[in-house]
Nanobody
Framework: QVQLVESGGGLVQAGGSLRLSCAASGRTFSSSTMGWFRQAPGKEREFVASISGGGIIINYADSVKGRFTIARDTPKNAVYLQMNSLKPEDTAVYYC??????????????????WGQGTQVTVSS
């Protein structure tokens, strides 16, 4: 059974930082794009960042460019999201996901096959 487990969420003041981790098990995703999405209350789940299997192709949502950094540790089957200069509008449940084989758009939720349970990030103002 494939399982993705996020950790590292919490409460932080505006301008602070958090590092999210996602550990995958049940399958090796060395050749798969992995991504981070978030969902705020009353809003649709939105793309945050993605990284290709080789770590070369990286995409960020415009709202987080320059503040967030995605990275992966392929031998550990893990992906990370370093979040700096956090803003209250970053408050959301953050999910990690694995893109399915053959899916083209790494920024689309529909391209991802496996999802974690999410971790809450709350940024106070």
């Amino acid at each position: 059974q494939v399982q993705l487990v996020e950790s590292g969420g919490g409460l932080v003041q505006a301008g602070g930082s958090l590092r999210l981790s996602c550990a995958a098990s049940g399958r090796t995703f060395s050749s798969s794009t992995m991504g981070w999405f978030r969902q705020a209350p009353g809003k649709e789940r939105e793309f945050v960042a993605s990284i290709s299997g080789g770590g070369i192709i990286i995409n960020y949502a415009d709202s987080v460019k320059g503040r967030f950094t995605i990275a992966r540790d392929t031998p550990k089957n893990a992906v990370y999201l370093q979040m700096n200069s956090l803003k209250p509008e970053d408050t959301a449940v953050y999910y990690c996901a694995v893109r399915g084989v053959g899916r083209l758009n790494p920024m689309s939720t529909d391209s991802y096959t496996y999802w974690g349970q999410g971790t809450q990030v709350t940024v106070s103002s």
